[in-house]
């Protein structure tokens, strides 16, 4: 997640493919709002927390074999790319890398198609995965980045035919000002856009003191996350530190539906959120965030479970 206060970044950019992003056209009518099938939603497979983290160490040896971070234009954030691109192509996804130029550095986003579905009815679930210059970013944003990738594979494993269309992205340069998603929605012309029934965001998703946000944007995605965490048993609150700060803001600005989970960053827990959820109140969620301490250990495994899973019902309930 990046910085509370936003600073000008200028971006001159260029596309190295896109054929996904630009083909096909259908009116300019927003698609209709559905609620997601408690059937369908119930069908999503366990996410495997072991699965995830095990993502999460590769980014960890990534970050340590490139200068100790994962950050924009330097090589951790290119081998992190690579890492995830390879997963998905060798799962039977359609993968494109978007090229952008920001701060002077070469930056990417990676999308990734899922086969079939209805293309004028996209769910699309993403996630920033640079860090910070300053550490490796594996609670910001290793921890959604991984995420999202599990459940790809999953939706790969299962052969999973869905009624709308899945879409996974990867962000670049969310931390200079959400710089990839901003350049993915603003090169979507009118229809693609229209073509986006909902935009899933997932930043920081593994505080170690966590809370459980979901964001409050869209009603019906709303509810789908909040759905399954009443199942658990859990009380959410609203998502509102994040506001503005992550990849869901362009599209939402554009008018596409938007929600996503958050377990909190430097904002600090209450006494009543502690008694609510555990952990420890006057403390930040997380007290490494932006720093070199985000480490592997820097992760709540419970919160990084719990965020999965309710990513796959989400995915599996609004895509059916």
């Not at 494109?96 to 996209?122: C, E, K, M």
């Not at 909902?198 to 409050?216: A, Q, R, T």
């Not at 965030?289 to 495994?301: K, R």
Request: overall charge neutral; charged content about 15%.
């Amino acid at each position: 997640m990046k910085l509370s206060v936003p600073g000008r970044v200028t971006s001159a950019a260029v596309i190295t493919a896109v054929t996904l992003l630009t083909t096909g056209a259908i009116s300019g009518a927003a698609p209709a709002r559905t609620t997601a099938s408690p059937t369908a939603a119930a069908a999503a497979p366990d996410i495997p927390v072991a699965n995830v983290k095990g993502h999460l160490a590769q980014l960890q040896s990534i970050a340590t074999a490139n200068g100790g971070n994962r950050a924009h234009g330097r090589t951790g954030y290119k081998a992190s790319i690579d890492y995830v691109k390879a997963k998905l192509d060798a799962a039977g996804f359609t993968t494109v890398l978007q090229q952008f130029t920001s701060s002077g550095r070469t930056g990417y986003n990676l999308i990734a198609d899922w086969p079939g579905g209805d293309t004028g009815h996209v769910v699309m679930a993403g996630a920033h995965l640079d860090s910070v210059t300053a550490g490796p970013g594996i609670n910001d944003n290793g921890s959604g980045s991984a995420a999202i990738l599990e459940t790809a594979l999953a939706v790969s494993r299962a052969q999973y035919q869905p009624t709308k269309h899945l879409r996974f992205a990867w962000w670049g340069a969310e931390e200079l000002g959400m710089v990839g998603s901003k350049y993915y929605v603003n090169n979507l012309s009118s229809a693609n856009r229209a073509k986006i029934s909902d935009y899933l965001n997932f930043d920081m998703i593994g505080s170690p003191n966590p809370g459980y946000f979901v964001y409050d944007d869209d009603p019906t995605i709303e509810k789908t996350f909040k759905d399954y965490f009443t199942g658990l048993g859990i009380a959410t609150e609203p998502e509102t530190e994040g506001d503005g700060r992550s990849d869901h803001s362009p599209f939402k600005n554009v008018g596409i539906p938007v929600g996503g989970l958050f377990s909190g960053a430097d904002y600090i827990k209450t006494a009543a959120q502690a008694a609510k959820w555990g952990g420890t109140s006057g403390q930040a969620f997380d007290r490494c965030y932006h720093a070199s301490c985000d480490t592997s250990s820097n992760i709540n495994d419970t919160a990084l479970n719990r965020n999965a899973d309710a990513l796959a019902y989400a995915v599996w309930g609004l895509s059916s």
